[in-house]
């Protein structure tokens, strides 16, 4: 069964910087894009980056210039580099990447468990 681990979350200053990884468990034939998502309380989930299986990226305006999406598929892992933090940067953040667990089959959109990311003083 495939399942997406996230990790790197955790509790940061204003002004101060977090990275959070995304990988998977379980046997799969290929990933195409990955992205970030984050969902505070109260509101939807909302894109925050993607990247193409070709390193092709988008941002949501709120996090140009701060955060940076990158990709290693060599480890089918996805990281989030979180840079010059801001109180409504918290949120929970989720990793979803678009796979195909086998060559015959449809690929599909996995979804993380989420990972907290909290930004107080």
């Known amino acids: 069964q495939v399942q997406l681990v996230e990790s790197g979350g955790g509790l940061v200053q204003p002004g101060g910087s977090l990275r959070l990884s995304c990988t998977k468990s379980?046997?799969?034939?290929?990933?195409?894009?990955m992205g970030w998502y984050r969902q505070a309380p109260g509101k939807q989930r909302e894109l925050v980056a993607s990247i193409t299986s070709g390193g092709s990226t988008n941002y949501d305006d709120s996090v140009k210039g701060r955060f940076t999406i990158s990709r290693d598929n060599a480890r089918n892992t996805v990281y989030l580099q979180m840079n010059s933090l801001k109180p409504e940067d918290t949120s929970v953040y989720y990793c979803?990447?678009?796979?195909?667990?086998?060559?015959?089959?449809?690929?599909?959109?996995?979804w993380g468990q989420g990972t907290q990311v909290t930004v107080s003083s």
């Open positions: 379980g046997s799969i034939f290929s990933i195409n894009a």
């Open positions: 979803n990447a678009d796979i195909r667990t086998r060559s015959y089959l449809p690929t599909r959109t996995y």
